[in-house]
């Protein structure tokens, strides 16, 4: 690592005798790293060989101002024509507020007085996640926005300023600030930083020295730290690559950018399920994977680096899933570490990237006019990942539900399979419960996890194992059906059926399949706000907005037991909710249906369940299931055939 240069370069600027007499000197070091032999440093080269580093340092930043064969999304060609149409209020206020050292780092946290000595090292929080995120310096890029939009000088002198006290305050022994996560986002955020502030009075010759230095600091602390299989391995490698094709003038440029492409390649192949999901299930994640590898492909290409069609092609189907897997209001589904997000910037960047009708179709729904083609199909199955999503229409007052049952995707996972959100007529009715927190509030961290507050199975309140298969999937206008199985504890196999009826009301048929002893109960999340119990044994919710639901089990013996509800749509914000359970010790088998309504009155359903072979009463585990169902005085016959993988549903006359 090479060493902070403030002190030592102020000596060597002096160019007297006995500053260079002083050996090493950390300016040496850097212009060492330098290939100085490259078009255009002859000026450089010259002054370095004299020792003259302060010539040197002024011939090097004219270089970087004047060179035009590197480009970044941040062109500082672009500062004067952007003067005043380029930092939004939002960037302006957290620019000023970092003139005061007032700094956001974990956004769900408000933004903090870190004193005019800058505290870098110092937690106010239990949660470890609002002191590593203080180290990405989220207010750095707003600044430099807020340069470019008011010309203020302030602005650039205040970063220099404080990249300076970080680097000076936080050496890489400092661990909070140099996890590799870390690490490689700043490396990514450099080259941002770089582009907004180069042509500033206060980005001195002096400074350059001091970033270059910085810039090769986070280099060889990413190139030999590879965390492989893990989205950390996706920003290491993004931080590596922008370094390496930012500033080519580094010796060891070259390999950076080979050995940080290649690790991204290979991370298409170990992270993205054949269906299109980063592996960790997580849609927030999926999301930020998306972004870092299509980001360091971007500058490659801006470059004149060529990237393999195969790299884009893989790309494209992390922006497909996504699309698909949408809520009508935009956000996208939270099982897992996952948060209340919308999606539709990123899939209208990948309907533009990729020329998708259907993708700007789905990017356009909450717009007034819609753009590109309705996509064919309206419920989508994704097996490889084990996310099914049911939908009645692009629209955005649709029916929707997601369904998950799938494999174990490590910590940002959580162990819901068979588990399900519902979101109707522009309402969350049945939402997953999200994880609130990452650290420094254990408890928290697990009860949001368990799979007792998710819509599942639980035997003695444990968490379930990851063992998830899929029985069937069809769909059509009249009838969609998923039957998956889960064998969550040993003895113990929870098989969910969802039917999915004309795209207006679901049957939900849960199994409990073994002889494991213990308590079996199942579980069910709804609102905010409150459910109501009607002595009937349904369960009655008034979303927010107009939409309402009706949860109605159609078998008798069950009644609903109230349990602690909460949501959290937010990192760090949690809020009730109601939750209920039924016993299922004794009855293996449950049935409700699911009407999501707008108005006063319900629309009108009812079942009945029997076996496949007529006169014997349906068995959990049966491969054979016939349902006689009316909706809204429409009669009809159910049967799922999962050896015959079938499922129909036959209109009955009226009688």
Known sequence: MLRSLPLVFAMVLGAGAMAQESAPLPAAEVFSKLDLA??????????????????????????????????????????????????????????????????????????????????????????????????????????????????DEAFAREWVLQFLDWRKKCPPDFRPAWRTLEAGIRGHDLCAWYHYFRDSESFTPEFLIEFLASAYDHAVYLAPKYSAGSNWGLMESEGLAFIAITFPEFKDAAVWRETALKRLAAELGNQVLEDGLQKELSFSYHAGCIEWFRRTADLAEMNGVPVPKEYREKIERLYHILAYALKPDGT??????????????????????????????????????????????????????????????????????????????????????????LFAHGSYLMPDSGCFIYSGDAANREWFNATAHHQCLTLDGKNSAYAPRLLLWESSPELTALTVENQSYKGLAHRRNVFFIRRKVFLVVDEAIGDAKGERRLHFQFGPPDAATPEDGTIALKGRGEARLLFKPILEGFRAEKETGQVAFQYGKKEPRSAFAYDMNGKPIFAAFLVPYIGETPPSCSASLSAGAVGRAYQAGDDEMTLQVTVEGQRGLLRRNLKSKSATLEAVPAK
């Open 38 to 151: 490259k078009e255009g440093l002859e000026k450089v080269r010259q002054a370095a060989e004299e020792k003259d580093f302060a010539r040197a340092a002024s011939a090097l930043l004219a270089y970087y101002r004047a060179r035009k064969t590197v480009k970044h999304p941040v062109d500082p060609d672009k500062r004067a024509s952007s003067r005043g149409h380029c930092a939004s209020e939002h960037d302006l206020r957290i620019a000023r507020d970092a003139l005061k050292h007032v700094f956001i780092s974990q956004p769900s946290y408000p933004a903090r007085d870190c004193g005019k000595d800058i505290e870098w090292r110092k937690n106010p929080y239990p949660d470890q996640e609002w002191m590593w995120q203080l180290h990405r310096m989220y207010w750095w890029e707003p600044m430099g926005r807020a340069w470019w939009h008011t010309g």
């Open 332 to 421: 996208i589904p939270m099982f897992g570490d996952c948060w209340n997000e919308s999606g539709v910037s990123t899939v209208r960047e990948g309907a533009a990237l990729y020329k998708r009708p259907d993708l700007e179709y789905i990017a356009s729904l909450s717009q007034k006019e819609r753009r590109g083609a309705e996509p064919a199909q309206t419920s989508v199955a994704f097996p490889h990942s084990g996310y099914y999503f049911f939908r009645s229409a692009w629209t955005p007052d649709a029916i929707w539900l997601a369904l998950k049952c799938g494999p174990n995707g490590g910590w940002h996972c959580q162990p819901d399979n068979c588990s399900f959100e």
